[in-house]
């Protein structure tokens, strides 16, 4: 969904911000992005999380995968075999999109389920 995707890319872009102030040298900058990054995540996914391991009413891959992607998920290890059931139900066949494409093979890593990354 447009809100989804679009919550998801501004909290990336400020935890990106956080990171680069840091490498620039900038701590106190750096900390005041990862403040402000924790916080829309922490929103995103009270805005998005509907219980059940699912993000979004939509229920989609790219819901869960951006949701995991972020971090800090309501229930991650639910959220993850949501996201495996999703992939069997279309027999591993990803529909992502490239917005979560981008994401999906770190999720399925940290999730230990590289049998679904390499079907």
């Known amino acids: ?15 990106q911000a956080a990171e680069l102030a840091r490498a620039a040298g900038n701590a106190s900058e750096g900390a005041r992005y990862a403040s402000l990054g924790r916080e829309i995540v922490s929103n995103f996914h009270t805005a998005f999380y509907v219980g059940n391991g699912t993000f979004d ?17 309501p229930d991650v290890g639910l959220a ?16 992502t999109g490239i917005v979560g494409f981008k994401f999906l093979f770190d999720v399925l890593d940290q999730a230990q389920a590289h049998d679904a990354a390499l079907a």
Not at 57 to 73: C, I, K
Not at 82 to 91: E, P, T, V
């Open 80 to 95: 993850r075999r949501r996201l495996l059931s999703l992939l069997r139900a279309r027999r591993t066949h990803y529909d």
């Open 57 to 73: 009413t939509s229920g989609t891959q790219t819901a869960n995968v951006l949701g995991l992607a972020l971090g800090g998920a």
């Open 1 to 15: 969904s447009p809100p989804l995707t679009s919550a998801f890319s501004y909290a990336l872009m400020v935890q």
